[in-house]
Each structure stands twice: as structure tokens, then as C-alpha cells.
């Protein structure tokens, strides 16, 4: 079984649509998680990090439940400058390792 | 800015020919990564350093090597490329201080590795 899964995609939407992706654990003793966005040929790049209690950064909000062992991320009123890969990125229980999901593609149509 | 440099951003080799991707930082992790990651997949880990000690991934090939040689700069050298091994590789760093860390990773560019 994959440390981290995610659905690929790809997420074709609309300017100014909300979006989610989803992203699921396999090791509950896991300690930090994060979304990334990649753009193609580049390198990823954090978009943030996710807390229990929730977080919010402008249009985007995460969310973890330790419970159910999943991790999400929320994008309201999509640009066309989201179009990217989306990973999601967990971190071990003892911090050195970081295991990344696949990635969900995302397409922002005019 | 303080960063993660990987150099060359793109390189060709021949198969067989050995060949060597750099990395440094100044951000003075002390962890620091190499993972490939072929088209749409996830960066895969293939080793680490967590300060001077090495932590190889159990299915890296024994091709990929590493070195650290102090804090900053970290070598991935593959002995015998293939065509398989075509691939972005990408150096990141973090700062992990036991069980109180939740650092970030920070991405070098990546080198885009060629084999023909």
C-alpha cells in the first residue's frame, strides 16, 4: 500500500469554480503534512502547510482529519494561474522522511 | 535569498558514462535529500542525509551513490546511467531537530538528466 494516495485527475474547471482535491495516509503515526504545487518541468513548491485545526491562505483552505487519515485542500474562485500539479506530502513520525502522493493535475479553463 | 542550488539544470550523458548531479544550500539544513521523479509521477526518495549519516532508501539501485562531503553540498553520482534512469532529479533540504521539528522541504531547481 502507497504511504500517500491521491487522485490524479486531471480536475477540469472553469474560471471561478471551487474546487477540491483529497489526499489519504497510511501511517497514523505521521507528524506534519503539506500540499505542494508543481508546475510542469519545475520543482515543487509549498503552497502550505496543513494543521488539524484547519488553515486558510487567501482562496485556498486545508483541512486534516488525523482520524480518518485524510488531508484536503479547497480552492475557491480558480485562476488560470492554478493550473498546476498538486501534491500532497506527509512526513514521516520521526520527521526525516517526506513521502509525496502522485500529484492531482488541475486545469483552469478560461 | 538563501536557497537550494542544483547544477547543471540540464544534463546529457551517454549510456554507461558515469556522471555527477551537484547540489548546495545556504539555508544550513542539516537534512538534506536526492529524489527522481519521471513525467507524471511523485518524486521518488532515494536517499538522505540526516547530518553526516546516510540513509539509503531500500530500493535504490546500488548505481545511485551519494556524497556529502560537509553541510552545504551534497553529490548524487550515478556509476552506469540507463535509459531508465532518464529522469528530473531534485535535491531539497529541511531543518529536523528530533521529535519538536515540522520543517518544511525546500526544492532545489532539479536537473533534468538525458541518457542516449
Known amino acids: 500500500r502507497k504511504e500517500v494516495e491521491q487522485d490524479p485527475g486531471p480536475f477540469n474547471v472553469p474560471e471561478g469554480a471551487t474546487v477540491a482535491f483529497n489526499c489519504t495516509y497510511s501511517?497514523?503515526?505521521?507528524?506534519?503534512f503539506f500540499w505542494y504545487r508543481q508546475d510542469c518541468r519545475k520543482e515543487p513548491k509549498l503552497l502550505m502547510s496543513?494543521?488539524?485545526s484547519g488553515n486558510e491562505d487567501g482562496r485556498f483552505t486545508a483541512q486534516l482529519n488525523r482520524a480518518s487519515q485524510y488531508i484536503s485542500l479547497l480552492i475557491r474562485d480558480s485562476k488560470l494561474s492554478d493550473s498546476a500539479t498538486y501534491l500532497c506530502v506527509v512526513s514521516s513520525n520521526n520527521f526525516n522522511k517526506f513521502y509525496f502522493g502522485s500529484g492531482t493535475k488541475l486545469n483552469v479553463k478560461p | 535569498d538563501a536557497m537550494v542550488i542544483q547544477n547543471p539544470r540540464y544534463q546529457v550523458t551517454q549510456f554507461g558514462k558515469p556522471v555527477t548531479l551537484s547540489c548546495s544550500q545556504t539555508l544550513n539544513h542539516n537534512v538534506m535529500y536526492w529524489y527522481q521523479q519521471k513525467s507524471s509521477q511523485a518524486p521518488k526518495l532515494l536517499f538522505h542525509?540526516?547530518?553526516?549519516?546516510?540513509?539509503n532508501e531500500a530500493d535504490t539501485p546500488d548505481n545511485f551513490q551519494s556524497r556529502r562531503p560537509n553541510t552545504s553540498f551534497c553529490f548524487l553520482d550515478i556509476r552506469s546511467p540507463g535509459l531508465g534512469d532518464a529522469a528530473m532529479y531534485l535535491c531539497?533540504?529541511?531543518?529536523?531537530?528530533?521529535?519538536?521539528?515540522?520543517?518544511?522541504?525546500?526544492f532545489g531547481s532539479g536537473t533534468q538528466l538525458s541518457v542516449l
Open positions: 496543513v494543521y488539524s
Open positions: 531539497a533540504t529541511s531543518r529536523v531537530e528530533g521529535y519538536l521539528s515540522d520543517e518544511k522541504l525546500f
Open positions: 542525509y540526516y547530518d553526516k549519516d546516510f540513509n
Open positions: 501511517n497514523s503515526a505521521s507528524q506534519s
